[in-house]
C-alpha cells in the first residue's frame, strides 16, 4: 500500500464569502481541504491581525496547496495499519517575511496523523504575506488536512 495515498483538495473561504475549487489528485477527488481567516488573534509573539486588507496568497494558489500537501504528506504506517483516517485541523500563521509559523493542531485526530499534518503544513513556504493599511502583516489561517485510506 502506497504511504503517500493522501487524497485531499483545496478551498479558500474567507469571512462570510465561500468559494471552494476542488482539486484532482491521482484522478480522484477527495473532501475539500479548506483554508479560512481565524477569527482567533495571537500566539505568535507578534500582533497577528484577524481582518487583513488582502489576505496572503500561495504562490499557485489553492490547486498548489494541494499539490504540496500532496506531495508532503505521508500517511503513518501506525495509523494506517490501524485503520485510522480523518481530519486534522491545523492553525497556523503566515508571516510578514511569507514563512509559516505558530502551527498548531486544533483538532486532533490521532497523534500520528496531527505530527504529519503539522509537518506537511511547515512545508508550505513563500506565501505573500497579508496586509494591512498597505504593510505586510502575520495572519492566521486554519487549514483542515483530510487522511483517507483507499
Given amino acids: 500500500m502506497n504511504t503517500k495515498h493522501c487524497l485531499l483538495a483545496c478551498g479558500l473561504m474567507l469571512a462570510a464569502a465561500t468559494t471552494q475549487a476542488q482539486v484532482a489528485t491521482d484522478g480522484a477527488t477527495d473532501s475539500v481541504v479548506v483554508a479560512e481567516l481565524d477569527e ?11 481582518q487583513p486588507d488582502v489576505m496572503p496568497t500561495f504562490p499557485g494558489g489553492v490547486e498548489a496547496i494541494g499539490r504540496v500537501l500532496s506531495r508532503e504528506l505521508e500517511y503513518p504506517k501506525k495509523e494506517m495499519k490501524k485503520g485510522v483516517q480523518g481530519r486534522v485541523i491545523v492553525s497556523f500563521v503566515v508571516q510578514t517575511n511569507g514563512k509559516v509559523g505558530d502551527v498548531k493542531v486544533m483538532k486532533s485526530v490521532s497523534p ?3 505530527a504529519e499534518a503539522v509537518r506537511a503544513v511547515k512545508q508550505l513556504r513563500g506565501w505573500n504575506p497579508g496586509t494591512k493599511n498597505g504593510q505586510p502583516v502575520n495572519t492566521r489561517y486554519t487549514l483542515p488536512v483530510n487522511f483517507k485510506l483507499p
Avoid at 40 to 50: E, N, P, Q, R, T
Fill in 40 to 50: 482567533h488573534v495571537g500566539g505568535s509573539g507578534a500582533d497577528v491581525v484577524d
Fill in 112 to 114: 500520528g496523523l496531527d
